[in-house]
């Protein structure tokens, strides 16, 4: 964090250089100090960093109170810019020169200027030029965690901004993730067809499934046939679950009747004229 502060005004200066309207202008590091010509012979920018101010990012929920934005994060800071132009420009050349800038921040970034301001004109004797000290405040706010790849457009970045939540990449989701957090299981229905047995697709892979019959007990027993039959069934993943049922790639397979028993029990999950309903998990 601290080396991302510390180059900012070099990522300012080369994104101010870049702006076609401020092609004439020469923007130089406020800190490293750097050479300027005496007497001036170009309008030159000092770009340096007052304040600036991480913090995490609050929401209005609709009812007054306000909620913190997982992952949020807002950038208040305050650029400093030091302005110098030859005498023979005139002193309202550094005002017309600070307007460019905050024109350029307001309308060509993703930036929000929440304030600026400037001191009067003043004649430099040592550097033999006329000098405008201005500031401009701006503010950013980031969810990485809604765009991930969304990247700010001005001098800032999402590592600046939300660096911890970058760095680590066991808090990011993946799309089939949201999914599931959002809705975490499917429920439907299907009448049995008496096959022995009988596949039902999914539009996902289960990694759970319980299959029960609509008005019957789990089991039902016949004391004179000293026999059993089982209404319904638990798939989940490495194979583990009742009789008479199982998962697939894209959904679950049905293992009905006799040849399917196991202890005088037979598992009944497609029996004719029975109508079943499942839940299953992604």
């Not at 991302?4 to 250089?17: K, T």
């Not at 001036?40 to 000092?46: D, G, H, Q």
Request: charged share 20%.
């Amino acid at each position: 964090m601290n080396s991302d502060i510390s180059v900012m005004p070099g990522q300012i200066v080369s994104w101010l250089s870049a702006q076609p309207q401020l092609q004439n202008l020469v923007f130089l590091t406020e800190y490293p100090a750097q050479k300027k010509a005496v007497p001036l012979r170009e309008a030159i920018v000092a770009v340096g960093i007052e304040t600036i101010r991480l913090r995490d990012s609050f929401a209005d929920n609709g009812s007054g109170v306000l909620e913190k934005q997982e992952y949020c994060r807002r950038a208040d800071i305050r650029v400093k810019l030091g302005i110098h132009v030859p005498y023979a420009s005139g002193g309202a050349r550094c005002h017309d020169i600070f307007c460019d800038i905050l024109d350029c921040l307001t309308f060509a970034t993703d930036l929000a200027i929440t304030e600026s301001g400037c001191t009067r004109v003043k004649a430099d004797r040592d550097r033999d030029a006329f000098v405008l000290d201005a500031y401009a405040d701006v503010a950013a706010e980031f969810c990485p965690a809604q765009s991930s790849g969304l990247q700010i457009q001005s001098f800032l970045n999402k590592e600046l901004l939300c660096g911890s939540h970058i760095t680590d990449t066991t808090q990011h989701f993946s799309g089939a993730e949201k999914e599931r957090f959002s809705q975490p299981f499917a429920v439907g229905t299907y009448f049995g067809t008496d096959a022995a047995t009988r596949t039902l697709s999914l539009d996902f892979s289960p990694r759970l499934v319980l299959v029960f019959a609509r008005q019957y007990p789990p089991v039902l027993v016949n004391f004179a046939g000293q026999s059993s039959a089982s209404y319904w069934g638990l798939a989940a993943t490495d194979s583990n679950g009742t009789q008479g049922i199982e998962l697939t790639a894209g959904g679950f397979r049905l293992l009905s009747g006799s040849a399917y028993a196991l202890g005088g029990c037979q598992p009944k999950l497609n029996e004719s004229g029975v109508s079943y309903c499942y839940i299953a998990y992604k």
